[in-house]
């Protein structure tokens, strides 16, 4: 509730149908989400839009390697490559509604994070 996912969620993530199913966190309801965007919008006034506000986010395979076991994800490249792209394009689309939600609430930099896409880990 309070930082990064330390625990792998129980899914079983193998088969297309199962990534289908799975639901996308509403950034204005959900988790931390909206004390983000709220804080962006608040920055983005107290800056009087004079100074840059930083949106920064995990990149869709480090977020998805947060999500689920890393050892199982970077398996998948391997050995499922079509549930895995799939999967990440599940996270990608909750990372662009998350991105332009920053976006709309002021910020207007971004940074994103991808150090698990690094060659040292793939």
């Given at each position: 509730e309070t930082g990064p996912i330390a625990d792998p969620l129980p899914l079983t993530i193998t088969r297309l149908e199962n990534i289908n199913k799975l639901s996308i966190p509403d950034v204005k309801m959900d988790g931390r989400l909206p004390v983000i965007l709220e804080t962006v919008?608040?920055?983005?006034?107290?800056?009087?839009?004079?100074?840059?506000?930083?949106?920064?986010?995990?990149?869709?395979?480090?977020?998805?390697?947060?999500?689920l076991e890393p050892d199982?994800?970077?398996?998948?490249?391997?050995?499922?490559r079509q549930a895995l792209e799939s999967l990440l394009d599940k996270v990608n689309e909750f990372l662009l509604v998350f991105g332009l939600a920053l976006i709309g609430n002021g910020a207007n930099i971004f940074f994103i994070a991808e150090?698990?896409?690094s060659a040292s880990m793939i």
């Amino acid at each position: 509730e309070t930082g990064p996912i330390a625990d792998p969620l129980p899914l079983t993530i193998t088969r297309l149908e199962n990534i289908n199913k799975l639901s996308i966190p509403d950034v204005k309801m959900d988790g931390r989400l909206p004390v983000i965007l709220e804080t962006v919008r608040l920055l983005r006034a107290c800056g009087g839009g004079k100074i840059l506000v930083l949106g920064m986010f995990k990149g869709s395979f480090t977020a998805t390697c947060r999500i689920l076991e890393p050892d199982l994800i970077m398996r998948m490249t391997l050995k499922n490559r079509q549930a895995l792209e799939s999967l990440l394009d599940k996270v990608n689309e909750f990372l662009l509604v998350f991105g332009l939600a920053l976006i709309g609430n002021g910020a207007n930099i971004f940074f994103i994070a991808e150090p698990t896409a690094s060659a040292s880990m793939i």
